[in-house]
């Protein structure tokens, strides 16, 4: 089938891709044509494929929305652009080459209105490099990485809210932090308590109305939560009650505080309302049993349609109840960032934008054929993973970033930035290319799809510019062809996590050799604490889930980790001390912080899991319910849990090996 293998080469379907282990994998003509029929291209019969190529050709051929471009170089018309006829005295015409037609060199990054044969488009262009850590001026910088709804502060609450952040944040500035790293805190459903990753956002466009802190903006303190004293969060009824104290506190609201959110909200314009619109809606739906959008009654699935309209006239006090959560989340966030940096915080915020949005959220109904439809992102088989992984998620079509002139993406980072100094984009690899698997059908059936990775990453680096933010691309896992240098080239940091930095004898690699252009780091949310590695919580977690490697028992695990402590503990001390006892992490810990912070890497972030020195991860990748993921709190506040001598001397390890402290 050469011109179904020609029309997938087109719209960017990889049909030949090598796994983790370097073995070629091909993708089976059936996925092909079932992922090029969700694309918009059909493939069922030669005549449909070559109406496809057609149309593909149609496409590559029209003037483009936007032509992004790099400060001081010339750049090359399209050929749909580059088109002009002289007229002769005659009248008749010729028609003239302007194949090699070129724009002259902008020496100022930014975007520039342009106007090309009558064809009105946008000329992206982008700096060099983002803003680098050396353009702070402070050398060589840390901060912790924390889990918002885990933090525990002076008020009684079911979970942290962007109130105990901005505590974190002045405890932490005093401490010597540059930068705090969060979760995504984009928009979850409103008031329901299940799906509550922050990896599977309604929107990254807007917030958690949840995370809102009214005390944090003048306002009277929401009433103290009940039933917070656990050591796990209770989504369930946590959410719902504080929708139900915010409805409270919208209902009290002045007349003059009213208007100062509706002048704030303002600039935000429609997209602001229809995400409050989408949020009436969905709470309105799912008290009748709804889970997403394509379960509401079909006449609400089109965002302009009249039920919609009449929807939102009927119920406009509902709609300007959900604006005043996202005013609230909006508000609270930045003021958090400017107490970040009033306390001295370099950076301050290192926000993270999630790879994709839940399929039944508010960016999938809004958005329409800009997002994949009848497709959904995730990673292909792998040796750690038998049958691949779905995520359920959505994310951006190609073909509808070209049409709409990338304006989603662009306005999806300046989203991101508007309340952060810096912002890690997670699974970076996606601006490249992402597995996408059609609806309802396993991994396996599923292709990489390619993403115009040039473009995208210069809009990145030019928002940060704009933003005077630093910009880090998670990089762990199989690495598409070319995107380190890009990255590198751009000034954005890479991820070089502690666990994963292994020599080719699988020893761990001595801080030195770590990429100085990259964040360092002792882990992440999805791989073990120091000290639950040390001590093998992870393995006895394993062993619960029967996770283990296949033909791997738990002896055979536990002898595998105890030669890997040793490694470990040369690589921290080259064996300056006697080894500790699995059951002694303290100590591994503290070497742990000090590796990182001693590395050359502009940027160190420590998860505050280290820093306590927990043995419990945040989330345990490839769990729902079998693990208590994103739930987890810590036992007391934090300016409290700082003060323990132990702790106090593992953060002061971490800021002397960032200052070059012996």
């Not at 049409?403 to 996606?430: E, K, M, N, Q, V």
């Not at 990145?460 to 933003?467: C, Q, S």
Request: aromatic fraction near 8%; charged fraction near 20%; include cysteine.
């Amino acid at each position: 089938m050469q011109e179904l293998h020609a029309l997938a080469e087109a719209i960017g379907l990889q049909r030949i891709w090598w796994d983790v282990d370097g073995r070629e994998q091909v993708v089976t003509d059936a996925s092909l044509r079932t992922i090029a029929l969700a694309l918009g291209f059909p493939a069922a019969t030669p005549e449909q494929i070559a109406a496809s190529l057609a149309r593909v050709e149609a496409e590559m051929t029209a003037p483009p929305a936007m032509i992004v471009t790099d400060v001081g170089k010339e750049t090359s018309l399209p050929t749909s652009l580059a088109g002009a006829q002289l007229t002769l005295p005659d009248g008749s015409t010729q028609p003239l080459d302007t194949a090699r037609w070129t724009l002259p060199a902008i020496d100022t990054p930014g975007y520039y209105p342009l106007t090309v044969n009558g064809h009105a488009l946008t000329l992206a262009v982008a700096p060099t490099s983002c803003p680098t850590v050396a353009s702070l001026g402070k050398g060589r910088i840390w901060g912790p990485a924390i889990q918002i709804p885990a933090l525990r502060g002076k008020q009684p609450r079911a979970f942290g809210t962007f109130g105990e952040l901005a505590e974190a944040a002045e405890v932490f500035a005093a401490r010597g932090a540059d930068a705090i790293a969060i979760n995504p805190v984009h928009a979850l459903f409103a008031g329901y308590g299940r799906d509550f990753s922050p990896y599977s956002p309604s929107s990254r466009l807007y917030l958690n109305g949840a995370m809102g802190d009214p005390a944090l903006l003048g306002l009277p303190p929401l009433p103290d939560d009940a039933g917070g004293d656990g050591p796990l969060i209770d989504w369930e009824a946590a959410l719902p009650a504080r929708l139900a104290r915010m409805r409270a506190a919208f209902a009290g609201l002045d007349a003059p505080t009213r208007e100062r959110i509706a002048h704030d909200n303002a600039p935000h314009g429609e997209g602001l309302r229809r995400q409050a619109l989408y949020d009436a809606l969905d709470v309105h739906f799912r008290s009748k049993g709804a889970k997403g959008w394509q379960d509401w009654p079909p006449a609400f699935h089109d965002p302009d349609g009249e039920a919609v309209a009449v929807f939102a006239r009927d119920n406009a006090a509902e709609v300007e109840f959900h604006l005043f959560t996202q005013w609230l989340a909006r508000e609270s966030l930045g003021e958090v960032q400017r107490r970040a940096q009033a306390a001295g915080m370099a950076v301050g915020l290192l926000a993270d934008l999630a790879v994709g949005v839940h399929t039944g959220g508010a960016d999938a109904w809004s958005m329409g054929d800009t997002l994949l439809q009848g497709l959904t992102i995730g990673a292909p088989p792998d040796p750690l993973g038998p049958l691949g992984q779905n995520w359920m998620l959505t994310g951006f079509s190609p073909r509808g970033l070209a049409r709409s002139g990338y304006a989603p993406w662009i306005a999806t980072i300046r989203a991101a930035l508007s309340t952060a100094g810096a912002l890690r984009i997670d699974h970076a690899f996606g601006l490249a290319r992402l597995w996408v698997v059609p609806e309802g059908q396993p991994s396996s059936a599923g292709a990489y799809l390619h993403y115009p990775f040039a473009d995208l990453i210069r809009l990145v680096a030019l928002e940060a510019h704009l933003a005077g933010a630093l910009i880090v691309a998670e990089d762990l896992g199989t690495m598409p062809h070319g995107f380190g240098p890009a990255i590198t080239e751009r000034g954005m940091l890479g991820m070089r996590v502690l666990w994963f930095e292994r020599a080719a004898d699988d020893g761990f690699i001595g801080a030195a050799d770590y990429d100085a252009q990259a964040a360092a780091m002792t882990g992440t949310h999805d791989t073990p604490t120091v000290a639950g590695w040390w001590s093998g919580r992870d393995l006895q977690w394993a062993q619960r889930l029967g996770r283990l490697p296949e033909d791997t028992t738990m002896d055979e695990a536990e002898a595998r980790r105890a030669w890997d402590r040793g490694l470990l503990w040369a690589s921290l001390t080259r064996d300056a001390a006697p080894r500790p006892a699995p059951d002694d992490p303290a100590p591994v810990v503290e070497a742990a912080l000090r590796h990182i912070g001693s590395t050359p890497c502009g940027l160190a972030i420590a998860p505050l899991e280290d820093l306590l020195a927990e043995p419990e991860q945040p989330n345990l990748p490839g769990t729902i319910t079998e693990h208590p993921n994103w739930r987890r709190r810590l036992n007391a506040p934090l300016s409290e849990l700082l003060q323990d001598p132990a702790t106090a001397a593992r953060v002061q390890a971490l800021d002397d090996a960032r200052k070059g402290v012996a």
